[in-house]
């Protein structure tokens, strides 16, 4: 019996090439929010944690502030970046990811009621740090619903390849109270997201220390630390991938050691990871001689990392769902290219949007410097 429910009678309006190359343009652009916000939080929670048993006058209090306070802006891009490589993945893979999404339903839609929780706490950790109120509690709590929020995210998309244990699963809980933890893939995918997170987040920090800081002895602090925490957990990738890799089913190994393209992708990720570890560890050996260049390289070598691994997870799927006689490619296609061009135009000026607001988010130091706990400060500019 074929598992997957019947296609939709409606053909793509595009070609599934054009889908394929929007959803990896997107996704890496989702991970590498998701990776900012992650590693933001886990890295930003410890130097509070830190500052608040060192007391008022613990150089971490603002190295830390200026980690959490960017968090809420850098939650807004996660839940935005998010929703385009959604659409395609619905439409490439709908009949899998639906059918996914429905067995864990309660989770699955619990993500959203988790998401609410998380945005309030980072933005009472945006307003705590900002009036001197301890936060690092409410970042604890942060970081345990945000793994929560990753490790639903890695089920779906891990149980929509395993369409041979869904009427099982449907059997044993049609109300979708369930989650698909028995899959050996599910905790090496999430720890690799982790992993990943404190190595772009690290580097992002770094980035920061050296762009938009203007205390110098913090900038100094989150450059040198921002980069070693990104070198080490570059480092650190490597087993990881090498078990997300050794994880998957035998067919699915095969499948992506026989392709040229998969095997180029994997050399390229593994360069970029290397390429990675050097800058950043580089970067943070310099300390605060360190520039916005070399911090840049690493967030540069950082981000191509991220999209070669979203590459090669898409090849983790494809050959999965190869393996039960799915293929993408196998769709109806018929082409209504002036919906495609204005999609296109659409496109890039929403990206040039998003590009203007990083910049102005990474510029936004000070937001802040006039007002804390709602007095404004001694010679501040009442205008
Ligand atoms: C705090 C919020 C979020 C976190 C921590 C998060 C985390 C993740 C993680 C860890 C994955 C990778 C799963 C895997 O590879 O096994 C993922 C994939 C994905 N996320 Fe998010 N996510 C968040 C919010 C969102 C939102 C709001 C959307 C959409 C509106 C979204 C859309 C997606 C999509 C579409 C994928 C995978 C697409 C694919 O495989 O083709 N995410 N997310």
Known sequence: MDPFPAVDPIPLP?????????HLFTLS????????LIGGLVLGTIWAIAAWRGGDDSPLREP?????????????FVINLGVPPLLFTQVLYGRALYTSSILIGVFWIGVIVLMVVLYSLLYSVERRSAEGKAYWWAGLISIGIVAKIALIYVNNMTLMLRPDTWLEMYRGNALGGQLAMDDPTVWPRWLYMITASLMLGGIAIALTGATA??????????????ALVGAIAAGALVPVAIWVLM???AAVGRGLGESAFYN???AAWLLLTFGVALVAGYASWRG????WKLTGAAALLGYLQVAAWVVLRDGIRDKSLEAYGFSVWAREI???WSVVGLFLVLLVGGLVAVGWLLKVMLQAEGEYEGYVGGEELPGSDAA
């Open 64 to 76: 830390a502030r200026q980690v959490m306070r960017r968090l809420p802006v850098v939650m807004a």
């Open 247 to 249: 994880a998957q089913p």
């Open 213 to 226: 800081v203007q205390d110098r002895r913090a900038g100094a602090y989150l450059k040198q630390w921002g």
């Open 29 to 36: 652009l989702h991970f590498t929010a998701v990776h900012l």
């Open 288 to 291: 605060s001689e360190t520039g």
């Open 334 to 336: 018929s082409v209504n």
């Open 14 to 22: 595009a070609p599934v090439w054009l889908f394929k190359v929007l």
């Open 264 to 266: 180029v992708t994997r």
